[in-house]
């Protein structure tokens, strides 16, 4: 069993960057692949960005694609998205999956959820 949890959210202006973790407990964090997703208000849960097992692949929805970096720290068991050039439509819960048989690409593709951290970008 793996418990995620996610932190770093708050309020930025448009712009503006974030921060988020996504801390895994136990001490196999090396065996799953982490995934970034995000839910708006009245809208699906989206992929956002994706890295493999020891971070050498990594994938981005085309949205965020040049502005959001993901990254991972093994030894930390922390997955970080770094979040720059923000935008009022980047406003969600963003969430943190894992998956150790796949990179978590797709909602359906994760086995593992974080609890969410809000996101709201103001124009």
């Known amino acids: 069993q793996v418990q995620l949890v996610e932190s770093g959210g708050g309020l930025v202006q448009a712009g503006g960057s974030l921060r988020l973790s996504c801390a895994s407990s136990?001490?196999?964090?090396?065996?799953?692949?982490m995934g970034w997703f995000r839910q708006a208000p009245g809208k699906e849960r989206e992929f956002v960005a994706a890295i493999s097992w020891r971070g050498g692949d990594t994938y981005y929805a085309d949205s965020v694609k040049g502005r959001f970096a993901i990254s991972r720290d093994n030894a930390k068991n922390t997955v970080y998205l770094q979040m720059n050039s923000l935008k009022p439509e980047d406003t969600a819960v963003y969430y943190c999956?894992?998956?150790?048989?796949?990179?978590?690409?797709?909602?359906?593709?994760?086995?593992?959820w974080g609890q969410g951290t809000q996101v709201t970008v103001s124009s």
């Open positions: 136990g001490r196999t964090f090396s065996r799953y692949a």
């Open positions: 999956a894992a998956d150790q048989a796949k990179v978590p690409r797709s909602v359906g593709a994760a086995e593992y």
